[in-house]
């Protein structure tokens, strides 16, 4: 089993920040990618940024500049800074992560359980 725990949302007035994280734990082999997506109320989920192992990292335009994303390989665990933060940001946001898991031959996407930002005044 691999399992992925988020943690550190929660509500923020604008122009405030927060830092997601997420641990992945279980019987992994190999991470190829985290990364993290958002899904707002009557919206699709979308890509926020994502960081595989070659080092290029990705973001939407929307969040350029205000987040950044950097990962811990020694503990499997991705986070997620985010500043200047706005209401248009309010969502659920979802950790994945490629992993390939021991005596695997395929790696798979897994998911966090999610965790909500909410960005009010």
């Known amino acids: 089993q691999v399992q992925l725990v988020e943690s550190g949302g929660g509500s923020v007035q604008p122009g405030g920040s927060l830092r997601l994280s997420c641990a992945a734990s279980?019987?992994?082999?190999?991470?190829?990618?985290m990364g993290w997506y958002r899904q707002a109320p009557g919206k699709q989920r979308e890509l926020v940024a994502v960081?595989?192992?070659?080092?290029?990292?990705k973001y939407v335009d929307s969040v350029k500049g205000r987040f950044t994303i950097s990962r811990d390989n020694a503990k499997n665990t991705v986070y997620l800074q985010m500043n200047s933060l706005k209401p248009e940001d309010t969502a659920v946001y979802y950790c994945?992560?490629?992993?390939?898991?021991?005596?695997?031959?395929?790696?798979?996407?897994?998911w966090g359980q999610g965790t909500q930002v909410t960005v009010s005044s």
């Open positions: 994945n992560g490629n992993i390939r898991r021991i005596g695997g031959i395929f790696s798979y996407e897994y």
């Open positions: 279980g019987n992994i082999l190999s991470i190829n990618a």
């Open positions: 960081f595989p192992n070659s080092g290029i990292i």
